[in-house]
């Protein structure tokens, strides 16, 4: 590839456009003496002259009037893709992780403002039961449930995790009424596996100490548990951020008064390194938005 000297061709574009040295130094903010040396030295390379000179004036060659075309379009092709590159920045897809329960039930229902919002970024969704590893790059951002605190990861409290029965109106009509905690003998309780301590935590809140907190059918995910007690099979113990539209519409019923802080929340979170990302903070932006508020914490 023979390629002539690229700030050369650019001074020459920029004469043979403007018809001048003069006005071609003030739009490439040089000398005109730079101009002219840079114009020699192309000249020189291609071994042909390129203008004809007389005072204060230069006229492009039959050479050089060919060569300005050739030079144009690829100076503008250059121009372009440099446009079309740079307008892409930041446009790789948001790769998002969020567990199945939090996604189907509070986040996948908000996600089309956030693609109405923003039409031109793409977002990947991502649900699993594995570790998430930020330094594969698989992962942008994570929902994940605990307490604040993830070593080297930004985090921003999203909803607080309340605890309290639930279950179908079909079984309380089976079943007949709950009004005590005790009355939960009577029923199955629906355990999830990815939090175990939460009916003990619950029932411990209310007094019933005479219930074992391990008994019943426990599914892998709480999604299971809640449209197990949405099918009449027992009762799960809901996270009231969760199930606010079942208990809205009636699907669920909350029989108890009791309602127990888990201690733990749903936080978004990202590693510290895409502190700063514009497509990051975008959807921190509007994810806080949508949950009402949050701080951040660093580790």
């Known amino acids: 590839m023979s390629l002539p000297p690229l700030n050369a061709v650019r001074a020459f574009e920029a004469v043979g456009r ?37 005072h204060r004036q230069v006229t492009l060659t039959h050479s050089g009037t060919l060569y300005l075309q050739s030079v144009s379009d690829a100076l503008q092709r250059l121009s372009d893709a440099t446009d079309e590159i740079k307008s892409t920045k930041g446009r790789d897809p948001l790769h998002i992780w969020c567990p199945m329960t939090f996604g189907l039930r ?10 109405a919002a923003q039409p031109d970024r793409d977002v990947v969704f991502t649900t699993s039961l594995g570790p998430i590893d930020f330094s ?25 995790i309340e605890l309290t029965p639930v ?8 079943l007949g009424p709950m009004t005590r905690p005790g009355d939960l003998t009577r029923a199955t309780l629906l355990q999830s596996a ?36 949405m099918n009449g099979a027992g009762v799960a113990l809901g996270q009231l951020a969760l ?13 108890f008064r009791q309602r127990t802080d888990s201690g733990d929340a749903f936080y978004l ?14 959807f921190r932006d509007w994810l806080l938005g949508e949950a009402g508020g949050g701080g951040v914490r660093t580790a």
């Open 18 to 54: 403007r018809g001048s040295v003069k006005h071609a130094a003030e739009e490439l903010s040089v000398t005109p003496g730079a101009i002219s040396r840079q114009i020699g030295l192309l000249e020189e390379h291609l071994g042909i002259s390129l203008f004809k000179r007389s």
């Open 106 to 115: 509070w986040l996948v229902p908000r996600l089309p403002a956030f693609r």
């Open 136 to 160: 594969a790059r698989t992962t942008d951002v994570a929902i994940r449930i605990g307490q604040g605190t993830w070593p080297g990861c930004a985090s921003h409290r999203l909803v607080d």
């Open 167 to 174: 279950c179908s109106p079909a079984l309380l009509e089976r």
């Open 194 to 229: 990815a939090r175990p301590g939460y009916w003990r935590q619950w029932l411990e809140a209310a007094g019933a100490s005479d219930i074992d907190p391990d008994r019943g059918i426990t599914f892998e995910s709480v999604s299971l548990a809640y449209q197990m007690a």
């Open 243 to 255: 199930v606010e539209e079942d208990l809205r519409t009636g699907r669920l019923v909350a029989p």
């Open 269 to 282: 979170i990202y590693p510290n390194r895409l502190i700063g990302d514009p497509f990051v903070m975008l």
